[in-house]
């Protein structure tokens, strides 16, 4: 049992260029969600889903797209990536919101590592 | 907007002490309130979930309370020892899953 597994660890983009975050996991949990973490910022919710087909925006959307066309997959596009974007992202994990409230703990990944020069 | 914030900010303490770390939280409509650890260029690790109904949790030297009414959880570490040290963060789950992050505490256990 993996948990939640992202790729690549590190990745130094220059502007403009798009590229595309990877985020996996095999706990079959219908909720996956993207943040960035910054510092004086914590982490931020960039996108989430709540089963394949379904996703929505969170608070920092802006620059990002997302699909969901697996339970197991939640890839994260940097469109054209800016110096703004430099940053550590996380993808996390849970049951679906619904069905396991109150008691329904997230877990992330180890994260990527994200500089845009 | 739920707005989570965590103090101190850093603490440093000598290996063995007991010590509290403090969050709070402006919107008391929570579903749960869950408390990180996170080592430096890693990750989030799980450490205590505390249900909206719960009172408190523990796990080993963690305890991890809770007090909707006056929006506050505590993370208390019994015994510290230089591997505790870390950033920890609480994190807030309202309606729909959003997760709400504090800042973290960065500790230092000092051997």
């Known amino acids: 049992n993996a948990g939640v597994t992202q790729t690549p660890k590190f990745q130094v983009l220059k502007t403009g260029q798009s590229m595309t975050l990877q985020c996996a996991q095999d706990m079959n949990h219908e909720y996956m969600s993207w943040y960035r973490q910054d510092p004086g910022m914590g982490l931020r919710l960039i996108h989430y889903?709540?089963?394949?087909?379904?996703?929505d925006q969170g608070e920092v959307p802006n620059g990002y797209n997302v699909s969901r066309s697996t339970t197991e997959d939640f890839p994260l596009r940097l469109l054209s990536a800016a110096p703004s974007q430099t940053s550590v992202y996380f993808c996390?994990?849970?049951?679906?919101?619904?069905?396991?409230?109150?008691?329904?703990?997230?877990?992330f990944g180890p994260g990527t590592r994200l500089t845009v020069l | 907007k739920q707005e989570v914030t965590q103090i101190p900010a850093a603490l440093s303490v000598p290996e063995g002490e007991n010590l509290v770390l403090n969050c709070s939280f402006t919107d008391s409509a929570i579903y749960n309130l869950q408390w990180f650890r996170q080592d430096p260029g890693k990750g989030l690790t799980s450490l205590l979930l505390i249900q909206s109904s719960q009172r408190e949790q523990t796990s080993g030297r963690l305890n991890a309370s809770l007090d909707k009414s006056s929006g506050r959880s505590t993370l208390y570490i019994a015994a510290s020892q230089p591997g505790d040290s870390a950033t920890y963060l609480c994190a807030v789950r309202l309606a729909g899953s959003r997760l709400t992050f504090g800042e973290g505490t960065q500790l230092t256990v000092n051997p």
């Open positions: 889903s709540v089963g394949a087909g379904i996703t």
């Open positions: 996390a994990s849970s049951k679906h919101p619904l069905l396991a409230e109150p008691y329904n703990e997230q877990f």
